[in-house]
C-alpha cells in the first residue's frame, strides 16, 4: 500500500536525522487511525507520544497535549523527570503530585513543551501523533504550529490526522493547514476510499469471513463503498449470522452489535459516549454502579469490536461508534443521562479546575442552568488563562445562556465573553458584550464592576470620538477607587487622545496626572509611557534620540520582567526608523524571533509580516498585501479595526502595480473609515493614501489643501517616523507639481526637522531640492536630490529613493537621468507594470526662464 510505503519512509528518514510533519487526511472511517497503528506499532525501537482530540463542543485547552504529558506521568519516574526539567507540564494536570505552580502563559507553556519534546528527541528518534486535529481547539492547533516550525531542525516527525470531509469553509483547522501547506518539511497524505479490489482483499483477510462465498464479500464491498471501517462493521454482522440483513448505516449496524452485547455493555456503552471518545474507568464505575456490572460491560463490548481498552479506561474502537450510540437517544433519555454524567463528574472532580468545562456541559445539557453555571465560568477562566480565546467565548457563550436576565451572574458572563472576544481582536462583538456588561454593573454591580469593566471596553474601541469619551468615562470610574496603577494607564490613554485630537491643554494636564499617578503606583513602564508622549508635545530639537533611550529602558524592563517583551521590540523597531538601516531592522526583528524562539513563543504577525508602511515603503511590497489577506480573513467585519493601514496600503500597492482603478474602490473605503475617526494622525494616514490617487489625477492642489490644516497644528518637527513618512512623500511631489512653495518652510526653517535624525533630514533635503527647483536652482537641486537619494538609499527606502527620479529628472542633470534608469528597473522588479508604464512617459521637463515648464 502507498501510503504505508510512505510512512515508513518518513520514518526511516527520522533515523535518518531528517524531521518534518506528515498530515493523514481521509474521510471518517476511511482507515487513519489504522494505517497510524499499523505502522507505529512495528517502528521500535522509537519514542511515540500520542494524543488525540475528542469530539466536544467545548473542548478542553490542549487536550492531546494534556494526555501526552498524563502517559509521561504514569511512567516510572516520569513525573519526578518532568518536575527536573519542564516543571511547567506538570500544570496541565493538576492530579500530580509536583504540581505545585501556578498555570504558566501560554508563551511558557509552548516553550515548556517544545523543550521536552527536544529533550526526547536527543535520547531517540521521537514520532508526536496528534489524531483528529478536525476537533482541535485553538491551543492546540497554535502549540503544533510552533512545534511544526521546530520538526526538521531537531529533528522529530509529527504526524497529525484529520477528517477532510469535516472541515466546512469556515472550520479552523482551515488556515491552520494552509500555513503548513507553505512549508517544504510538512507532507498531506490524503486517504481515498479502498478501490474494488483493495476492498475485496481486506474482506478476504478477516477470519470472521473465510467461509464467505464471493457474491458475499462483492455485496458487502458494494455497500461498505471502500470504506474500511464499514467494511469490518459489516464484516462483524455477517460473522453473526445476518449476512441477508446487513445493514446499510453505520448506525444500525453498531446498535445491532451493541445489543447482542448484552444490557451491562449497552449501558455502558451509552455513559462511554455520553463522558466522550474516551472515559476513566473510575468515573464508568460510579455510573454504572458497580464494578461487578462495569467489567461485564466491558468485556462483551471489547469481543464485539466496540471499544478497546485504553490505559486505565475504555475508548471507542472511531468516534462514528460513538456518534451511532448517541444518535439512537431519545432527547429526555439524553438529558437524564447527561444528569448522572455531570453528577458523576462533579463527585469525582468538583474542584479539579480541568474538569469544569465537562461538568459544566453535561449539567447545562441536563438543563440544570444553575448548577451548570459556576462550573462554565471556572472553564472560562481557565480557558482564557491558557490563552484559548476561541474555546473561552464557547464556554462564555453558554453561561450567558445559562445565567438568568438582571443578575450580577449575567454581568459576569457577558464580562467574561467579552474578554474572549477581545483576545480574539473581535472589536465589534467585544465592545457590544461589554456594553451590556457595564449597563449590569451600573444596575446591579459595584463601583470596581464598573470601572473594570469601562476600561476593558476602552481597549476594545477604535479610535474616534466615542472612545475618547470612554477614556473620560473610565477616568469617572475609576477616580473614587484610588488605585494609582490604573488611574496612570488611564490618564495616559486620556493624554493621547487629547493630542490626537489637537487638545493641548487638556493634554498636558492629564499628561501630568499620568506622571504623578505612576510615581505613586512607582511603575516606571506607565512613566515611561507618559515621558515618550511629553515629548511630542514639545517637540524640542533631538527629541527622537531622547526618545530611543526611553524605548530601550522599556525593552528592558519588559524582559525583566518577561512581559510584553515582542511589544517593545515591534516599537523599538518602528521607531529607529529614523536611523536604522536594513540590517539593523532585521537586526532588531531577528533579536525578536530569537527571544521567541527560546521560549517558543508564537512570533505574532508583526513578526511574521512586519510592519505594513516599512514594508510598503522599502519595497517588501508582498509582505506588505500578505498582511492585508491575514487581517481580512481573520477579522472579516473588524479588519478596518485591524491595523487600519493595512488595507490602504495594499490598495496604494496595487494602483502601483495595475493602475488606479485596481486600488480605487478599495482605498477611498479605507480612507473614509481613517476620516471618520476625526483624529489628526488618522487625517494624515487618510490623505497620504488618497494622494495617490490624486497625483495620479493631476489634482496636487487637493494634496496640499488637506495638509495645510492639519500642519500648521502638527508640523513635521512632532511627527513620528510613520506620520513624516507618509507626509513626506506627498506633500513635496505636490508642491513641486503644483508650483506651490507655502508648506516647504515647514521642513527647511524649523531646525528640529533635521534634527531628528537621517530619515528626517533626507525629508528636509528634499524638501530642499523642491524648493531649489521651483526658484530655478538647478544646481542647488540636483546636489539636493542627491543628498536625499544617498540617504534614502543606505537606509533600504527604495519606493522613497525611486519615486525622487521623475522629481530629480526635472533638474535635466546626469545624475537624474541615472535615477530614473534605476527606477525603471525597480518597478519592473516588483511587477509594477502600470507604474513603470507612467515612468516611461515622463520627460524631463522644459526648462525656460529658469523654471521647470
Known amino acids: ?395 462564555y457563550e453558554h453561561a450567558v445562556e445559562w445565567s438568568q436576565p438582571s443578575t450580577v451572574d449575567r454581568m459576569r458572563a457577558l464580562e467574561g465573553l467579552g474578554r474572549a472576544y477581545a483576545r480574539q481582536l473581535f472589536a465589534r462583538k467585544a465592545i457590544s458584550t461589554y456594553q451590556e456588561a457595564l449597563d449590569l454593573a451600573r444596575a446591579l454591580g459595584t463601583q470596581e464592576d464598573v470601572a473594570r469593566i469601562t476600561l476593558r471596553r476602552t481597549f476594545v474601541m477604535p479610535w474616534g470620538r466615542e472612545e475618547y469619551a470612554s477614556w473620560h468615562a473610565a477616568w469617572d470610574a475609576a477616580e473614587p477607587l484610588g488605585q494609582p496603577g490604573s488611574l496612570a494607564r488611564i490618564a495616559s490613554g486620556l493624554a493621547r487622545r487629547a493630542y490626537l485630537y489637537l487638545d493641548d491643554e487638556r493634554g498636558a494636564i492629564w499628561l501630568d496626572r499620568s506622571l504623578t499617578e505612576a510615581r505613586r503606583a512607582g511603575s516606571r513602564r506607565h512613566e515611561l509611557w507618559a515621558l515618550r508622549l511629553q515629548l511630542q508635545y514639545q517637540h524640542r530639537p533631538g527629541w527622537q534620540a531622547e526618545e530611543d533611550r526611553y524605548l530601550r529602558e522599556e525593552l528592558e524592563l519588559a524582559i525583566r520582567d518577561d512581559d510584553g517583551v515582542l511589544a517593545a521590540y515591534s516599537n523599538l523597531y518602528v521607531r529607529r526608523c529614523r536611523e536604522s538601516d536594513e540590517a539593523e531592522r532585521e537586526q532588531t526583528m531577528k533579536s525578536g524571533r530569537e527571544y521567541a524562539g527560546r521560549l517558543a513563543i508564537p512570533e505574532g504577525i508583526v513578526f511574521r509580516h512586519g510592519v505594513a508602511w516599512v514594508n510598503w515603503l522599502t519595497g517588501r511590497w508582498e509582505q506588505a498585501q500578505a498582511l492585508w489577506e491575514t487581517v481580512r480573513s481573520r477579522w472579516s467585519e473588524d479588519a478596518g479595526n485591524i491595523y487600519p493601514s493595512s488595507g490602504p496600503i495594499a490598495a496604494s500597492i496595487a494602483i502601483e502595480i495595475g493602475g488606479p482603478d485596481a486600488g480605487r474602490q478599495q482605498l477611498t473605503e479605507g480612507t473614509a473609515r481613517l476620516r471618520a475617526t476625526e483624529t489628526w494622525r488618522a487625517l494624515v494616514w487618510a490623505a497620504a493614501y488618497d494622494a495617490n490617487l490624486w497625483l495620479v489625477d493631476e489634482h496636487p492642489e487637493k494634496v496640499l489643501d488637506e495638509f495645510k490644516a492639519i500642519l500648521v497644528k502638527r508640523p513635521p518637527s512632532m511627527h513620528d517616523d510613520e506620520d513624516f513618512a507618509l507626509t513626506t512623500r506627498v506633500v513635496l511631489p505636490a508642491a513641486l507639481v503644483a508650483d506651490d512653495r507655502s508648506l516647504l518652510a515647514l521642513w527647511l526653517d524649523d531646525p528640529s526637522v533635521a534634527a531628528g535624525g537621517a530619515f528626517y533630514q533626507a525629508g528636509v533635503d528634499q524638501a530642499g531640492a523642491v524648493d531649489a527647483l521651483l526658484q530655478g536652482n538647478l544646481e542647488a537641486a540636483d546636489q539636493a536630490f542627491a543628498r536625499a537619494a544617498s540617504t534614502y538609499r543606505r537606509l533600504g527606502w527604495r519606493v522613497l529613493l525611486h519615486e525622487l527620479a521623475w522629481q530629480w529628472a526635472r533638474t535635466g542633470s546626469a545624475a537624474a537621468e541615472q535615477a530614473l534608469v534605476a527606477a525603471a528597473a525597480f518597478y519592473l522588479e516588483q511587477g509594477a507594470t502600470w507604474r513603470s508604464e507612467w515612468l516611461a512617459k515622463q520627460h524631463v521637463g522644459r526648462i525656460k526662464d529658469g523654471r521647470p515648464a
Not at 496528534?130 to 503544533?144: K, N, S
Open 1 to 395: 500500500m502507498r501510503q504505508v510505503e510512505e510512512l515508513r519512509t518518513r520514518i526511516a528518514g527520522l533515523r535518518d536525522g531528517r524531521g518534518g510533519t506528515l498530515l493523514v487526511a481521509g474521510d471518517a472511517g476511511i482507515g487513519k487511525s489504522r494505517l497510524l497503528r499499523e505502522v507505529l506499532s512495528a517502528a521500535q525501537p522509537l519514542a511515540i507520544l500520542y494524543g488525540a482530540c475528542s469530539h466536544s463542543e467545548t473542548p478542553p485547552p490542549y487536550e492531546p497535549f494534556v494526555a501526552i504529558i498524563r502517559s509521561i506521568v504514569r511512567e516510572p519516574d516520569g513525573e519526578a523527570a518532568l518536575q527536573r526539567t519542564v516543571p511547567e507540564l506538570l500544570t496541565l494536570t493538576p492530579e500530580a503530585t509536583a504540581s505545585t505552580q501556578a498555570v504558566p502563559d501560554r508563551d511558557r507553556l509552548f516553550g515548556a513543551f517544545l523543550r521536552a519534546l527536544r529533550q526526547y528527541a536527543r535520547s531517540a528518534p521521537t514520532i508526536l501523533v496528534v489524531e483528529d486535529l478536525h476537533w482541535a481547539d485553538e491551543g492546540t492547533l497554535a502549540i503544533l504550529q510552533v512545534l511544526v516550525a521546530e520538526a526538521e531542525p531537531t529533528p522529530y516527525l509529527i504526524v497529525g490526522s484529520y477528517r477532510s470531509d469535516e472541515l466546512h469553509r469556515r472550520h479552523r483547522l482551515r488556515p491552520f493547514l494552509a500555513a503548513l501547506s507553505r512549508r517544504p518539511d510538512v507532507t498531506t497524505m490524503e486517504l481515498a476510499p479502498l478501490g474494488s479490489d483493495e476492498a475485496l482483499q481486506l474482506l478476504k483477510a478477516l477470519p470472521q469471513l473465510s467461509e464467505a462465498a464471493a457474491a458475499e464479500l462483492s455485496a458487502i464491498g458494494e455497500r461498505a463503498e471502500g470504506n474500511p471501517l464499514f467494511l469490518e462493521e459489516l464484516a462483524q454482522t455477517h460473522r453473526a449470522g445476518h449476512g441477508e440483513s446487513v445493514p446499510k448505516s453505520l448506525t444500525e449496524t453498531v446498535l445491532q452489535r451493541t445489543a447482542r452485547a448484552g444490557a451491562s455493555a449497552e449501558r455502558l456503552l451509552t455513559f462511554l459516549a455520553l463522558v466522550g471518545t474516551r472515559a476513566d474507568y473510575d468515573i464508568l464505575e460510579v455510573l454504572m454502579g458497580a464494578e461487578a456490572p462495569l467489567i461485564d460491560g466491558a468485556r462483551a463490548a471489547v469481543e464485539q469490536s466496540l471499544v478497546l481498552e485504553d490505559g486505565d479506561g475504555l475508548a471507542f474502537r472511531h468516534a462514528l461508534i460513538r456518534e451511532a450510540v448517541l444518535s439512537d437517544l431519545m432527547a429526555r433519555e439524553r438529558r437524564a443521562l447527561h444528569r448522572s454524567v455531570g453528577e458523576a463528574l462533579e463527585r469525582l472532580h468538583g474542584e479539579d479546575p480541568e474538569w469544569a468545562s465537562d461538568i459544566a456541559q453535561h449539567l447545562g445539557a441536563a438543563g440544570l442552568p444553575g448548577r451548570a453555571l459556576p462550573f462554565a465560568m471556572r472553564a472560562g477562566d481557565r480557558a482564557l488563562h491558557l490563552h484559548a480565546a476561541e474555546e473561552a467565548a464557547r464556554i
